[in-house]
């Protein structure tokens, strides 16, 4: 059975924690696009490493350049701020053996933080832009702030766009099948919801890609 979801959130939709679809819209929850996980590094005013573990992107570009959009980036993070001051920033992509290490960023949130080291990662000096790169990342993008705009209004999240200035890529990462495993990129499916009645368990996984055909 297809269900049609309109723009309005249905009232019986309960909410599973205070302010659940003001910060995301109910669309997230009964579409359960995955996204890939990375880790977003900035510069505190301090100097010190800031990071931020992310998911909701995009990654496309032509001739003309190759762009890092990003539409769920909330407006209260350090990570937002930085961006805005600096202009710039690094993405990160780590395999899902370093999930407790993201996730421990985000406990290691203070101002006086290094939050790489404090989590158990390392930085690695950037090409081109100020802000490291995660050593251990199969795959970073460095980043200039190309736009940012609150598409709803709201003043709750923004998207963030960027455009990679510098993309290191690790050597051994070269095959697809490997990228789609355990090596490889880390996805996020976030606390699915049933469509009609809005229940649902409040848990979301971190998953892999699984090859169905490598060609
Ligand atoms: C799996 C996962 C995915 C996340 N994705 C995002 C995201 O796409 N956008 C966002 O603003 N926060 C996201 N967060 C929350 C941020 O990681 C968190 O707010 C972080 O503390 C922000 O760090 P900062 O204030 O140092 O920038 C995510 C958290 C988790 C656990």
Redesign the pocket.
Known sequence: MKTEIGMKRPAHFKEYWPGMYNFFSHYEYVSNVPQP?FLITTLKENGKV?A?????SAFSGDSGGFYAVMP???KH???YKNILRDKEFCINFLSVEHYEAC?AT?KE?DEDNDELEAAGLMAETSTVIKPPRVKEAFLSFECKLHCDMDLSGKNI?TMVIGQVVNAVVDGNHDNAAELCGEKGFMY?VHAPKNPVTGDGENAGAIAVLMPARVE
């Not at 931020?52 to 909701?56: A, I, K, L």
């Open positions: 996980l800031n931020c573990f992310h998911s909701w769920g980036l909330m993070t350090h990570t996730q985000i949130n999240s996020y």
